[in-house]
Nanobody
Framework: QVQLVESGGGLVQAGGSLRLSCAAS????????MGWFRQAPGKERDFVSA????????NYADSLKGRFTISRDNAKNTVYLQIDSLKPEDTAVYYC?????????????????WGQGTQVTVSS
């Protein structure tokens, strides 16, 4: 059974930082492209970032470049999302996802497995 478990969310003041983690089990982690998405209340689920299985390729939503950094540790079956200079508009539930497609893609329908999400709330 595949499980993706996010952690690291919380309440933080604007300008602060958070590091989200997603621990994977039940799949050959190093074979999957990993992605992060977020969903704010009343809005669609948006792409944040993705990283290839070999850490060779990363992709970010254009509006988020510079503040978000994705990384992964295949030995620990974990993908990370570092978020700096947090803004109130970053408030959302953040989801990690795994895709069998060996290229970095932003379309959420291409991801096969999803975590339950972790809430990030940024106060002004």
């Amino acid at each position: 059974q595949v499980q993706l478990v996010e952690s690291g969310g919380g309440l933080v003041q604007a300008g602060g930082s958070l590091r989200l983690s997603c621990a994977a089990s039940g799949l050959t982690f190093r074979s999957y492209t990993m992605g992060w998405f977020r969903q704010a209340p009343g809005k669609e689920r948006d792409f944040v970032s993705a990283i290839s299985w070999d850490v060779g390729t990363t992709n970010y939503a254009d509006s988020l470049k510079g503040r978000f950094t994705i990384s992964r540790d295949n030995a620990k079956n974990t993908v990370y999302l570092q978020i700096d200079s947090l803004k109130p508009e970053d408030t959302a539930v953040y989801y990690c996802a795994a895709s069998r497609i060996p290229i970095v893609v932003a379309k959420f329908t291409t991801y096969d497995y999803w975590g339950q999400g972790t809430q990030v709330t940024v106060s002004s």
